[in-house]
């Protein structure tokens, strides 16, 4: 599956959410990753993120799509860290 995350945590866990996440995907913005993983991949990079977050003031989004072949991306202005697999 296809997943884009996108994430606002409190400033003393932003760098190990981000560090954790780019073991899985990939870095497209401040706070945002992209990319490919299996179902199990999946529930493992959530489990994990579990015990990084304090699920009380942190907040992350998964936006599940079947395959990069669904998705579409249009940039306007600077594209920070550009994924040439999927364009």
Same mark, same amino acid.
């Given at each position: 599956?296809? $997943? =884009? =995350?996108?994430?606002d945590?409190? *400033?003393?866990?932003? !760098? #190990?959410?981000?560090?954790?996440?780019?073991?899985?995907?990939?870095? $497209? *913005?401040? /706070?945002?990753?992209?990319?490919?993983? /299996?179902?199990? #991949? +999946?529930?493992?990079?959530?489990?994990?993120?579990?015990?990084?977050?304090?699920?009380?003031?942190? /907040? =992350?989004? +998964? +936006?599940?799509?079947? !395959?990069?072949?669904?998705v579409?991306?249009?940039?306007?202005?600077?594209?920070?860290?550009?994924?040439? /697999? $999927?364009?």
């Amino acid at each position: 599956m296809y $997943i =884009i =995350i996108v994430y606002d945590v409190e *400033q003393k866990r932003v !760098a #190990k959410v981000c560090k954790y996440l780019r073991k899985y995907l990939h870095w $497209i *913005q401040n /706070s945002v990753f992209e990319g490919e993983v /299996s179902e199990g #991949k +999946f529930k493992e990079l959530q489990t994990g993120l579990k015990r990084i977050i304090n699920k009380e003031v942190d /907040s =992350i989004l +998964f +936006f599940k799509l079947r !395959a990069s072949y669904d998705v579409e991306k249009e940039v306007m202005g600077v594209e920070k860290a550009p994924v040439e /697999s $999927i364009l």
